[in-house]
């Protein structure tokens, strides 16, 4: 069982990441771990205000990357799966080059 937001354990010991939005659940993806699934569910809430796991990070994603956070609101809003993910991957691995940390 996860502890994070969005986030929860799958029997090959990955972690899923998940936003519901409008009753519709949108499958981020799969992650070694739950910190970093953490991080991209982050990376997909924050932009359509729904709760975080960590505000101060999630505020700063927005903040640098306000054209790629507003892509992945309207993807969200077309309930465009696929580049739901690979928008999220995309913005996950700036925030990871920057900071060198998923937190």
Known sequence: KSQSVGVSSRQDGKFKAVVVFHGQSMFIGAFPSEVEASLHYDVVAAPLGK????????????SRWPNESHAIAEAVHAVDHAAVRQLARHVASLHLAETGTPA
Not at 53 to 60: I, S, T
Request: aromatic share 0%; net charge positive.
């Open 51 to 62: 709760r975080v796991n960590d505000d101060v990070r999630a505020k700063a994603i927005v």
